[in-house]
């Protein structure tokens, strides 16, 4: 069994930076693919970005290409999500998971997810 806990949201103003973090417990954390999903009210869960097991490979949605960054820390079990140049429509609950898949972004591909963390970037 695996459990993800993200922790790192809040409020910040436009413009402004915050950095995710999601621990995952259980064993083989540099197994999976790793994945950075958020949902907004009233809108479906989407894909933010992806890293492969070894954290050399990224994909990113084009909404937050060049403002985020993924990565990982295998020894720490720890992935990271980096966001530069917060927009007020960033805002969401954000949540990581994790896919036995190869850099899946379909939501339904990912097999546990954390509890979410809420980021709210005001104008």
């Known amino acids: 069994q695996v459990q993800l806990v993200e922790s790192g949201g809040g409020l910040v103003q436009a413009g402004g930076s915050l950095r995710l973090s999601c621990v995952a417990s259980?064993?083989?954390?540099?197994?999976?693919?790793m994945g950075w999903f958020r949902q907004a009210p009233g809108k479906e869960r989407e894909v933010v970005a992806v890293?492969?097991?070894?954290?050399?490979?990224?994909v990113f949605a084009d909404s937050v290409k060049g403002r985020f960054t993924i990565s990982r820390d295998n020894a720490k079990s720890t992935v990271y999500l980096q966001m530069n140049s917060l927009k007020p429509e960033d805002t969401a609950v954000y949540y990581c998971?994790?896919?036995?898949?190869?850099?899946?972004?379909?939501?339904?591909?990912?097999?546990?997810w954390g509890q979410g963390t809420q980021v709210t970037v005001s104008s």
């Open positions: 998971a994790h896919s036995s898949r190869y850099m899946e972004v379909a939501a339904y591909q990912y097999e546990y």
């Open positions: 890293i492969n097991r070894g954290g050399s490979y990224t």
């Open positions: 259980g064993r083989n954390f540099s197994r999976y693919t």
